[in-house]
């Protein structure tokens, strides 16, 4: 059992009925959590070289048309400041390289295209599926693709002409070349310390909208949430612990019922899991509906619910007695059970403290990513 797990009880015992003051920054409904993209790369295009005369005295004249510049490349490299793939298009086109011009002067290489991704970011071959790199620590790059060559002008041309073949009067030059291609994916490793887990309608995004300022969609009908949102709450010495609202499982999950396999390999990406159960649902046992989320963990991938370190019971407004969350800790003595109403905002338990100890057992880890 994770050593934190203990503290739940300690901490729900000293904040019994406190509201959470929203000061949280987080990412909103329009702006969810994007974690997995595909995109086309290519360098960019190297410039024209330059056809150009220069007059010499007695009429005669000699190539002085400049080479094109190279064109930029195109470069991922880690920042600490991105959560998500969100701001990255999925069409990424190095800098061109200018064109060579008159008196031998050759054009300028393009700057190099940098796109920030995460930290613990993994890049890899969309064709072969293999990974080609993963960006663990601040400021880790991989170049991605080169810019093209840039395009010769007719002074190189005619200097690589023989030299009893050499036409002073040489006019050809060339256009610049294109840069590499690639289609890579971009996957990230960890999208959140603490993931929140349920059937549909549990209340998930209603947790992270009360316990930060998150406003991810809320509404009575299956799989309102269709991304996941993160809830990021910041602590002194730059950490920070940051909350998934997980899309809703259903029984067959793993099998590709419902939302799918894409939506447990969110899980997979969170440090730490929390169940969520709506406690007012007549429908599905508390006890039966564990026994769902940890059959489906399971089955996708056997010790996903090692991570497992607490069940958030929700709707506790509805209920008109305490008997079935006793039941429920009874039933699962190893999980601290945290009786709560989102929307109520009873029960809801200082974030910081709740979170202090995920803060200190993965705040290494927070780093490296």
């Given at each position: ?161 023989p030299s009893g073949s050499r036409n002073p009067n040489c006019r050809e030059n060339e256009d610049g070349h294109d840069g590499n291609i690639a289609e890579l994916y971009l996957e990230m490793k960890v999208i959140a ?177």
């Amino acid at each position: 059992m994770i050593p934190w797990r203990k503290c739940f009880h300690q901490i729900l015992a000293t904040h019994i009925n406190c509201v959470i003051p929203r000061h949280s920054s987080v990412k909103t409904a329009e702006n969810a959590l994007i974690d997995y993209l595909e995109v086309f790369v290519q360098g960019g295009k190297g410039g024209m070289g330059c056809a150009s005369l220069q007059h010499l005295q007695r009429n005669k004249v000699k190539p002085d048309g400049g080479d094109g510049g190279n064109g930029g490349s195109v470069i991922f490299q880690c920042s600490a400041l991105k959560h998500d793939f969100s701001h990255i298009s999925s069409e990424i086109r190095g800098n061109p390289g200018t064109h060579g011009s008159g008196f031998f002067r050759k054009g300028t290489r393009g700057k190099d295209k940098i796109v920030h991704v995460p930290i613990g970011s993994i890049i890899g071959c969309l064709q072969s599926q293999r990974v080609l790199t993963e960006l663990k620590s601040e400021n880790d790059s991989y170049k991605a693709v080169s810019g093209g060559a840039g395009g010769k002008g007719n002074c190189s041309i005619t200097n690589e002409m023989p030299s009893g073949s050499r036409n002073p009067n040489c006019r050809e030059n060339e256009d610049g070349h294109d840069g590499n291609i690639a289609e890579l994916y971009l996957e990230m490793k960890v999208i959140a310390d603490v993931g929140l887990v349920g059937l549909p309608n549990a209340g998930k995004s209603s947790i992270l909208s009360a316990i930060s300022s998150a406003k991810p969609k809320i509404a009575s009908y299956p799989f309102t949430t269709l991304r996941p949102h993160i809830g990021v709450i910041h602590y002194d010495g730059y950490y920070r612990v940051t909350m998934a609202d997980i899309p809703g499982l259903i029984e067959g999950s793993s099998l590709g019922f419902g939302l799918g396999i894409s939506f447990l390999k969110h899980i997979e990406r969170c440090l730490t899991l929390l169940y969520v159960v709506d406690i007012s649902d007549i429908e599905n046992d508390p006890i039966r509906t564990i026994n769902i989320l940890e059959k489906e963990l399971e089955a996708y991938k056997r010790g996903m619910t090692d991570r497992v370190s607490g069940i958030i019971v929700n709707k506790i407004d509805l209920l008109q007695g305490p008997e079935a969350i006793i039941e429920l800790a009874r039933h699962f003595p190893n999980y601290s059970v945290i009786p709560i109403s989102a929307l109520g905002q009873r029960n809801i338990i200082s974030v910081r403290d709740l979170l202090e100890p995920i803060k200190k057992l993965h705040q290494v880890d927070d780093l490296q990513r």
